[in-house]
């Protein structure tokens, strides 16, 4: 394996761990574990899980919003109710599907000001979300309507059912 | 101290915590230390951190829905601004104001199936809120306005710009 696969094979594990787990959950070992990768070599290539964690959000955000919010926008429909249901990244987990969980909106919900690096990234992804959406409060608020119908799904796997 | 009070300040730090740190975050030794009572004496009183989590989530619920769902949603306008952008509960942590933290929409996105009765305990919250914001899909489209405004404001702390 070449150092650049191991790193992407880090990227790779965080994306998807991230997907279905809050950011207090993923440790450097299980992402190792599930990178197949020694936690000995992790610090060759990420600083700390931050660092790593901005690399998967800058990855996974490229993906979703290449293959996702874009085709979204382009129907005239920044909200498909599938997409909002079941949000996932090609390439993640589960065959590419994963039904409940939005990898930012949970990283959202779950860091704090101990990850001030990680939550300005998110809070720029929002930015450039929302300008996709039309900018100014319409854009912020169509953006809001889609990460609460996540949020929502969350506590509600199963969907909303009335 | 009495029992009964013991109880009681460890459902109070468990709000305070859960109200600003995900739940993979907040651990029984972090609450115990928060609400002064030994760790041993923890067991006495939940079987669980998500026995006590959802007995938490009782609480706040009860607290928010009077002293701000109802209100608001008096007022005509059940998203009030200062609300969503800093949503709090009387009584809890910094005197009363915990400025970038929403306790139920941050669960909801920090709880897995691994946590299942807490996430239903959050699912049938999010259905009485609903309800409680006119029901059916207009219930549910203007509750989640309201946790994607909280979702954003996590990740935006000192608000949105433009």
């Known amino acids: ?14 994306i998807d761990l991230l997907h279905v787990h809050a ?15 020694r936690k000995g070599s992790f610090y060759h290539f990420f ?25 979204a926008i382009a129907t005239g429909d920044p ?8 949000p996932c990244l090609p390439g993640s987990a589960d065959g590419g599907r994963v ?11 779950s860091v704090t000001e101990q990850e001030p690096r ?5 809070g720029d992804l929002f930015g450039e979300w929302a300008d996709m959406l ?5 854009g912020w608020a169509t953006l809001a309507d889609l ?8 506590a509600l796997p199963e969907g909303v059912t009335s």
């Open 1 to 14: 394996m070449t150092s650049n696969s191991t790193r992407e094979r880090l990227v790779e594990a965080a």
């Open 23 to 37: 950011y207090p959950a993923v440790g450097v070992q299980a992402i190792c574990e599930s990178a197949g990768v």
């Open 47 to 71: 600083g700390s899980k931050e660092d790593l964690a901005i690399t998967a959000v800058d990855e996974a955000w490229a993906r979703y919003r290449t293959l996702v919010v874009e085709p």
């Open 79 to 86: 909200i498909p109710t599938a997409e909002a249901e079941s």
């Open 99 to 109: 039904p409940h969980g939005c990898m930012f909106c949970r990283l959202a919900a």
């Open 118 to 122: 990680l939550q300005q990234r998110l």
């Open 134 to 138: 039309g900018g100014g409060s319409e």
């Open 147 to 154: 990460q609460g119908r996540l949020v929502i799904g969350f």
